[in-house]
């Protein structure tokens, strides 16, 4: 079996801001593999977006550990975080967070530059991302100037240009119609590799049904 890209040991998350904690998440262990697309449902309040955001390292679990590849993280670095952010994670999301002022050429080049490529190797990457996903023909277009299953597959190539090993998607395909949604859950699906894995948190049903892995969660628990 490969081994685990994440491996989470009692993350918990309470909010202290207000007149009682919030418990937004309660002793989560898991591991998630190379080769995984897992699939994170359950209700508004579920715990979600808290576990997608310390996966991501946009926030810190309150205890527990969390290894990325094998290593520690300690989120008391931030340098270190950062660095992790850059080159080692890709995020998809909802509303695409694409550049409005620049071309699909250069959201994707942007990333590429900020992991640490050299100009020529960064954009000769990008634009060899963009071709594959068959946005030849758009490159040098703003996002004001594509669809939305356009922006999405820029988005894709924008997460993906670092070779990252976990790539996080939140409802990536809650502003796409059916058609669309289902072909960048495809697009999503064929970037699984043994050194990578996806996560993505949805409350669509079909969506769920294009991971290998299902985790259904309430109360800030994995209940199933």
């Known amino acids: 079996m490969p081994s685990p890209i994440i491996a989470l040991q009692s993350i918990s998350r309470v909010f202290d801001s207000g007149p009682q904690p919030i418990h937004a998440l309660s002793g989560i262990t898991l591991q998630i593999a190379g080769g995984e697309f897992v699939a994170l449902s359950g209700p508004s309040g579920s715990g979600k977006s808290t576990l997608l955001n310390i996966l991501g390292l946009a926030d810190r679990p309150t205890s527990g550990s969390m290894l990325l590849s094998g290593k520690v993280v300690d989120f008391s670095a931030e340098a270190t975080l950062t660095a992790l952010r850059r080159n080692s994670i890709g995020y998809i999301f909802q509303y695409f967070n694409l550049l409005p002022a620049m071309s699909a050429l250069e959201n994707v080049t942007m990333m590429a530059l900020l992991s640490g490529m050299q100009h020529e190797g960064a954009y000769e990457k990008s634009r060899a991302q ?3 996903v068959g ?4 490159l040098h277009h703003r996002p004001g100037q594509l669809s939305g299953g356009e922006m999405q597959r820029v988005a894709i190539c924008r ?4 070779a990252p090993a976990l790539i996080l998607a939140d409802e990536p395909t809650g502003n796409l119609d059916s058609t669309n949604g ?10 699984i590799s043994a050194d990578r894995a996806v996560v993505m948190a ?8 294009y991971a290998t892995r299902s985790l259904l969660m ?4 994995i209940v199933s």
């Open 135 to 138: 946005l030849g023909a758009r």
């Open 159 to 162: 997460a993906l240009v670092h």
């Open 182 to 191: 289902a072909a960048v859950l495809d697009l999503i699906r064929s970037q």
């Open 202 to 209: 949805t409350h669509s049903a079909e969506a769920a049904g």
């Open 218 to 221: 309430h109360d800030g628990k």
């Open 130 to 132: 963009l071709l594959a």
